[in-house]
């Protein structure tokens, strides 16, 4: 069962935007300029960003304010959208995610950015730069290309728990543990995270209760650990999460038994949305953790791949709202300095030329 998150990779609508001719950095610069300078949408872009989330729509606007032209193609599908607020974003304290996203994206358009609704499926280089192709066949080109496609979170196997993922079936204390303080909540055992979820959730509730689930047996150690807290082990697998009135009121175990719970943490596999990195050559790895997999990157989120950039929980399973936005800031600050290296660098070659010319 999984959770698919981030925005850039759903259906929807995309705006016609043709693939540009190839052409030097001049003319793409040149074209950007233009499209500043009259309102008009560029063919081609200095910055394509996939994924409207956090990471892409902070790159954007640092972008935008670099007087970047940028492009953000997104399926307005955030990955947090079950959540009803986004918390430890500063000032944005329990914001809805969609409203997050609405202010997020005024802003890349007030700095005169473009979005675009669509499904990216692939990406190709070109002499100018890159192409991504979108579901519906429209391509949108760039100079650069930046990656914000965020996760999918990978549920383990129980009945009716993909429909509470986000609501009252939890994964993360930090995002949501002041919300659950002093309920009853099940730990609900499927991965290596499982003693660590249940030790941190006690710091909000006394009331813990370790479902083993498929999980291995604790070590003498970790069942110390577990009743030095207080943390209730029930072994067995659990079958269902019980709902009723659209509120999960328990478990039911394979056995047939019940649990009353108020909520219950799980441990999703975090897997990278890498689909259009994948068409680049750039492949998603097994995060040292064991959490799932993220796509490799230089600090900043350059990839192996000159001109391609992460950003996010593509690159960084851990991160939440605000260090994926603020990962993007860094993103579109690294892209920023690459493109003005570019343009430094047939500005120079340029004017050599014109040099020559001019003294023969």
Same mark, same amino acid.
């Given at each position: 069962?999984?959770?698919?998150?981030?925005?850039?990779?759903?259906?929807?609508?995309?705006? =016609?935007? &043709?693939?540009?001719?190839?052409?030097? #950095?001049?003319?793409?610069?040149?074209?950007?300029?233009?499209?500043?300078?009259?309102?008009?949408?560029?063919?081609?872009?200095?910055?394509?960003?996939?994924?409207?989330?956090?990471?892409?729509?902070?790159?954007?606007?640092?972008?935008?304010?670099?007087?970047?032209?940028?492009?953000?193609?997104?399926?307005? @599908?955030?990955?947090?959208?079950?959540?009803?607020?986004?918390?430890?974003?500063?000032?944005?304290?329990?914001?809805?995610?969609? &409203?997050?996203?609405?202010?997020?994206?005024?802003?890349?358009?007030?700095?005169?950015?473009?979005?675009?609704?669509?499904?990216?499926?692939?990406?190709?280089?070109?002499?100018?730069?890159?192409?991504?192709?979108?579901?519906?066949?429209?391509?949108?080109?760039?100079?650069?290309?930046?990656?914000?496609?965020?996760?999918?979170?990978?549920?383990?196997?129980?009945?009716?728990?993909?429909?509470?993922?986000?609501?009252?079936?939890?994964?993360?204390?930090?995002?949501?543990?002041? &919300?659950?303080?002093?309920?009853?909540?099940?730990?609900?055992?499927?991965?290596?995270?499982?003693? $660590?979820?249940?030790?941190?959730?006690?710091?909000?509730? #006394?009331?813990?209760?370790?479902?083993?689930?498929?999980?291995?047996?604790?070590?003498?150690? @970790?069942?110390?650990?577990?009743?030095?807290?207080?943390?209730?082990?029930?072994?067995?697998?659990?079958?269902?999460?019980?709902?009723?009135?659209?509120?999960?009121?328990?478990?039911?175990?394979?056995?047939?038994?019940? $649990?009353?719970?108020?909520?219950?943490?799980?441990?999703?596999?975090?897997?990278?949305?890498?689909?259009?990195?994948?068409?680049?050559?750039?492949?998603?790895?097994?995060?040292?953790?064991?959490?799932?997999?993220?796509?490799?990157?230089?600090?900043?989120?350059?990839?192996?791949?000159?001109?391609?950039?992460?950003?996010?929980?593509? =690159?960084?399973?851990?991160?939440?709202?605000?260090?994926?936005?603020?990962?993007?800031?860094?993103?579109?600050?690294?892209?920023?300095?690459?493109?003005? #290296?570019?343009?430094?660098? &047939?500005?120079?070659?340029?004017?050599?030329?014109?040099?020559?010319?001019?003294?023969?």
């Amino acid at each position: 069962m999984t959770h698919t998150g981030n925005a850039g990779t759903g259906g929807g609508p995309a705006a =016609a935007v &043709e693939e540009g001719p190839a052409g030097t #950095a001049v003319a793409a610069v040149a074209t950007a300029e233009t499209a500043r300078s009259t309102g008009a949408s560029p063919t081609a872009y200095d910055v394509v960003i996939v994924g409207g989330g956090a990471a892409g729509l902070s790159a954007a606007v640092a972008l935008g304010r670099a007087l970047r032209s940028v492009a953000v193609i997104d399926a307005g @599908e955030p990955r947090n959208a079950p959540a009803e607020g986004v918390h430890n974003f500063l000032t944005r304290d329990g914001i809805n995610p969609f &409203e997050l996203q609405r202010i997020g994206r005024a802003e890349v358009e007030s700095y005169g950015g473009t979005m675009i609704a669509g499904t990216a499926v692939a990406a190709r280089r070109t002499s100018a730069g890159f192409a991504v192709t979108l579901g519906d066949g429209t391509v949108v080109s760039g100079r650069r290309l930046l990656v914000a496609t965020g996760l999918t979170d990978e549920l383990p196997d129980v009945a009716g728990l993909q429909s509470r993922f986000g609501r009252d079936a939890l994964h993360c204390p930090y995002c949501h543990g002041w &919300e659950v303080r002093g309920t009853e909540i099940g730990i609900l055992a499927s991965g290596p995270r499982a003693m $660590h979820q249940a030790l941190m959730f006690r710091q909000w509730s #006394a009331r813990i209760t370790l479902f083993l689930h498929t999980a291995p047996e604790p070590t003498d150690d @970790e069942l110390e650990q577990l009743a030095a807290r207080g943390i209730t082990v029930v072994r067995g697998s659990v079958a269902a999460v019980v709902v009723v009135d659209d509120a999960l009121i328990g478990v039911r175990m394979a056995d047939g038994s019940r $649990h009353p719970l108020d909520n219950i943490v799980v441990g999703p596999r975090f897997v990278a949305r890498s689909e259009v990195l994948e068409s680049l050559g750039i492949h998603a790895e097994e995060h040292p953790t064991g959490a799932g997999t993220f796509v490799p990157s230089a600090p900043g989120g350059l990839t192996a791949v000159p001109g391609v950039w992460v950003a996010g929980n593509v =690159a960084d399973p851990m991160a939440q709202v605000v260090s994926s936005a603020a990962a993007g800031l860094m993103a579109g600050a690294g892209i920023n300095a690459d493109l003005t #290296a570019a343009d430094l660098n &047939e500005a120079v070659r340029v004017y050599r030329l014109a040099g020559a010319r001019t003294a023969s």
